[in-house]
């Protein structure tokens, strides 16, 4: 393989113009975000705001963590690695942020993690971390998508997150070496699957922009055909930080137009801006936006969104660690990049790139290399068990020797579960083949904890012993419905006594589960209009602050052990997350012991969607929103 040499020099220069542009770009969105996206455009030719010491910002804080995990861990660094700093250094709760560490500290792993239970998995939280992948493996696009991979399923697995986060390490890979904007976008969409939701947007653009419309009329264009009120959806955004790249007459022209566009402005300008200072290297950024800023890194560390980091504290210094560890991951996956002193080389490969892995990878399942043989779980369901159904698993064994394997395999339940059906105690892999075993679990509402350990055994005859497999389950939830009340709305007596502590289940009422916080409740309704009750039952360690939320695509009100807690205060787009929506979430406190909630709901002629979350409050650090909820049990009743 040839070698591809980088002048250190000019190196150096491109990582330095990288996190000056996304300290730039997302110094001039950040005041611009909003929770939803609008209609009108932004109008901002300047930073709206210049507060001394900059502003923090998670697209560049995250990736300092991410640089401490490379630097700790090594250049092999996995999903499984990175979980372990998200526990450790982000306190942010924030959408998918927040949903996806409550499954890493209930147990599940990634990418399930990143998958389960998790509403925002189209959502910008990965695209943004990027850049650090491209700038440890320049010019090896490969690298840098592996890590991106690696690094977006923790909290974005099975979404189109996902494909945004790998193009844009591609992009910003490539454009050590390469600064043509068309190769360059060509490059990363040919990284991604054609089939995406995030391939057609920026595809959109592209033909667009060749057939000459302007850059407003683009926009709007996009808005339209790619539109969700979610601020942060991700497909939208790659598109418009695309139109401000195709469009943008200079630097900052480009930034400020994909920055007015709108939905998530401080990702679109970081994002953009990271691209043109790689381009264009620190030497060539415009002073006029890189003298405000100075060189400080300005972050959350010590107001809660950012804990236990080691990083630099200037631009300058994270430049040259970054530098340093771009040599030892190019080296570990002998990419033929070599970073060295002198001219660099002056042929640039052509990369090609395969899709079919990142096409048909598995949110749903966990791989494990057991040396003998590769074992994989899938949940064929949610990884979450109720108590009226059974819950469907999958155990594949992948043989790769050149004799048959026989395996035995045992399956370690929580106390109270068990298998549908028996299992064959042995198994037989064929020689660089496959065996698949589906099994189903079922288990009786008494023995549903919010956490559920098991453990799979396998032993290969012949060969030395396994290491188990984890079998993690989390809870569902229990609710009991009432009948539709026809004709009534939310203020309506519907003959229910709202404050009453029930020791029953009401007459004509049901048991209802659900295996994720969707509540699933247009069932509920069978398309008409009313009123329906649900109430839910927690049962808590201890006594505790509460955030309770019940975003819907309506109306709600919401009680706490009798007591009247809260109602919907305007309508908003649904975003079901544990941190609040401004409208239909409360704080409360839960009681050691049982508590009760009743939850009232109204369907207007629109169908209705709504979720229910429980989560925990951080009263040190507001910033983080809620927190996951631990020491409760929510898949009972009290009697």
């Known amino acids: 393989m040839a070698k591809l ?61 991410w640089l401490q995990a490379l630097k700790e861990k090594g250049s092999g660094l996995t999903a499984r690695d990175l979980v372990e700093y998200w526990l450790d250094c982000i306190a942010y709760n924030f959408d998918e942020y927040g949903l996806s560490k409550t499954n890493l500290v209930r147990g599940l792993q990634p990418p399930v993690s990143g998958w389960h239970n998790n509403w925002f998995i189209h959502c910008m939280g990965s695209p943004i971390r990027s850049e650090i992948w491209a700038c440890v493996a320049p010019a090896a696009p490969h690298v840098a998508a592996r890590y991106a991979f690696e690094d977006a399923i923790c909290d974005h697995a099975g979404g189109e997150s996902v494909y945004g986060e790998v193009f844009n390490a591609v992009v910003e890979s490539c454009a050590f070496v390469i600064d043509d904007k068309f190769k360059l976008i060509d490059l990363g969409l040919s990284a991604i699957p054609s089939d995406s939701e995030t391939y057609r947007a920026i595809r959109e653009v592209l033909v667009l922009h060749e057939q000459g419309l302007d850059w407003k009329v683009a926009r709007e264009q996009i808005r339209m055909k790619f539109y969700n009120p979610v601020a942060q959806y991700s497909p939208i955004n790659l598109a418009f930080q695309t139109i401000g790249w195709l469009y943008g007459e200079d630097f900052g022209d480009a930034i400020c137009k994909a920055v007015n566009c709108g939905w998530d402005t401080d990702c679109t300008g970081a994002t953009l801006g990271a691209i043109l200072g790689i381009i264009m290297g620190r030497k060539h950024l415009p002073e ?85 043989l590769e074992a994989v779980l899938i949940y064929d369901d949610q990884p979450a068990v109720v108590g009226d159904a059974s819950t469907r698993f999958s155990l594949m064994l992948n043989n790769p020797h050149p004799e048959p394997l026989t395996a035995h395999i045992t399956v370690e339940l929580p106390n109270g579960w068990q298998l549908e059906d028996s299992i064959p105690v042995s198994v037989d892999i ?29 032993g290969v005859i012949g060969r030395p012993g396994l290491l188990r497999i984890p079998l993690v389950f989390l809870g569902g939830f229990l609710y009991l419905a009432s009948p539709v009340y026809t004709g009534k709305g939310l203020n309506s007596d519907c003959g229910v006594n709202e404050a009453a502590i029930l020791a029953g289940m009401p007459a004509g009422w049901r048991k209802i589960w659900r295996r994720t916080n969707d509540l699933r409740i247009e069932e509920l309704f069978e398309q008409k209009t009313g009123v329906v009750y649900l109430l839910h039952y927690v049962e808590a360690e201890q006594a505790q602050k509460v955030l309770l939320g019940v975003p819907n695509t309506n109306k709600m009100k919401l009680f706490l052990n009798g007591e009247f807690l809260h109602m919907t205060e305007k309508i908003v787009p649904l975003a079901p997350n544990e941190g609040g929506d401004g409208s239909n979430y409360a704080e409360g406190v839960l009681q050691a012991g049982w508590n009760q909630v009743l939850i009232k709901i109204e369907r207007t002629e629109t169908p209705l969607e709504a979720h229910f979350l429980a989560s925990g409050v951080d009263e040190k650090h507001p910033i983080n929103n809620g927190d996951a909820l631990m020491g409760v049990e929510r898949s009972r009743l009290p009697w």
């Open 5 to 65: 040499y980088l002048d250190e020099n000019t190196y150096r220069d491109k990582v330095y113009g990288c996190w000056l542009g996304k300290n730039i770009g997302g110094t001039l969105g950040t005041p611009l975000e909003r929770r939803f996206g609008q209609e009108k455009m932004f109008d901002v030719w300047w930073y709206p705001d210049l507060p001394e010491g900059g502003i923090p910002n998670d697209d560049l804080e995250m990736q300092l963590i």
């Open 288 to 372: 006029k936006w890189v003298a405000p800023l100075g060189d400080e890194i300005t972050t959350n560390v010590g107001t809660g969104g950012i804990k236990h980091l080691r990083a630099p504290v200037n631009l300058d210094e994270l430049t040259d660690e970054v530098c340093e560890m771009a040599k030892t991951v190019l080296g570990y996956w002998n990419t033929g990049v070599e970073i060295r002193k002198g001219s660099g080389s002056n042929a640039v490969p052509e990369y090609t790139f395969d899709t079919t892995g990142l096409s048909e990878y598995r949110a749903n399942s966990l791989t494990f290399d057991l040396a003998t």
């Open 430 to 458: 064929p020689a660089g083949g496959q065996t698949v075993l589906s099994m189903a679990v079922i288990s009786p509402s008494s023995a549903i904890d919010l956490s559920n350990q098991g453990t799979i055994t396998i």
